[in-house]
């Protein structure tokens, strides 16, 4: 593995080992954390998508005042929603969506039986 120094860096570490320093770990660094999506701000998100399922990424980050790049991130990786139609829906099924959708193949398959004209024509 080859790793690139650059001089400045090598610099700056030189100048901190000389000015006392004796641990080569990282210290924590200070500002802002990088992530805000805690527990109760996904529950938020989740509560507010499932309230309007028609609510854009905008109108959720102006919504709990965080910003678009967090709203999206929390929507599509964390709670795995998908935009179907304008709607939000989750990226998987459940039980009772998949039986839904087998009754309602099932239901356009007898109207192909009863009548395969009329089906497909739509009369």
Same mark, same amino acid.
Do not use: E
């Given at each position: 593995m080859v790793l690139t120094v650059y001089k400045s860096a090598c610099h700056d570490w030189a100048k901190a080992f000389k000015e006392g320093r004796t641990d080569t770990a990282d210290e924590e660094c200070r500002g802002r954390p990088a992530d805000i999506s805690t527990p109760e701000m996904i529950k938020e998100v989740e509560k507010l998508v499932l309230a309007d399922r028609r609510a854009t990424i905008d109108d959720i980050a102006e919504g709990l005042v965080v910003s678009h790049g967090t709203a999206h991130k929390i929507v599509h990786a964390t709670l795995e929603f998908n935009k179907v139609s304008a709607r939000? @829906?989750?990226?998987? !099924?459940?039980? @009772?969506?998949?039986?839904?959708? !087998?009754m309602v193949a099932k239901g356009g398959c007898e109207g192909l039986k009863v009548n395969e004209t009329a089906f497909w024509t739509g009369q």
């Open positions: 939000w @829906v989750p990226k998987m !099924l459940t039980d @009772v969506h998949k039986q839904r959708c !087998l």
